[in-house]
């Protein structure tokens, strides 16, 4: 009887010191969890949702400012003075787009005769936004930026009431002093340059995103705060 034999090792596997290796052709395997893949689905979902830009009076508006729905980073009075130190040596660059604040509502809440579809290349073309409501408004994020707003202008009223005083005590002179001329010639200029700060600092420019739109994810807003024009 002719001698067996051997059995070729078939395509899956080859054996060797008994060990059996895989020889098979090596196939792409996508992976499950790409993070670019991720950005990209959230840009889109960002472009979809957005509503455009225009800007608020912070220091003027009827619709209380809402934070840490979608960041819940806690407001910390170190940051804010931090803040309040940039502003002063820098200014207050709140028509900025890269410090513009991110309102997340729904379309419905916007007052229909204006037009936000506007671009940030022209800051001076940037509506004022206008709601049908006074309802809170939802921010992604910016709450030390609003509170060390407030609170130097609030600096910025206090000053104005003592200059105000002391403006009244020098007009109530009867024969004031060359002295005391010039004093109420410069207090009346710091005057008007106080109201000028009180007035127009609470510009800010806004971009607007529909909260309808979106999965209403932490992710989704962190890319819209990111996104440009």
Known sequence: MP?????????AET?????????????????????????????QEVETARIRNGYINILDLENPLIFGTYNDRPEK????????????????????????????????????????????????????????DTAGLTLASGQHRVAALRKLMQMHTDELVVQLKRLERLQNIDNPSPAQQEEHRDLREHIVELKGATQIKGKWGM???DAGESDNVPSFYTCASKATT
Do not use: C
């Not at 001698?3 to 395509?11: C, D, G, M, W």
């Not at 054996?15 to 895989?22: M, N």
């Not at 009075?77 to 207050?92: A, L, Q, V």
């Open 15 to 43: 054996t060797h010191s008994g060990f059996s290796l895989d020889t098979r052709p090596i196939q792409a395997k996508m992976p499950e969890n790409d993070p670019a893949a991720e950005a990209q689905r959230l840009n």
């Open 207 to 209: 971009k607007l995103y």
């Open 77 to 132: 009075m170190s940051e804010i003075n931090k803040m309040m130190t940039s502003f002063e040596r820098h200014g207050i660059q709140s028509m900025d787009e890269k410090n513009a604040l991110v309102i997340i509502i729904e379309r419905s809440r916007l007052s229909g005769n204006q037009s936000l579809d506007v671009p940030w290349t022209d800051i001076n073309a940037l509506p004022h936004v206008r709601f049908l």
């Open 3 to 11: 001698p067996r034999k051997k059995s070729e090792p078939s395509n």
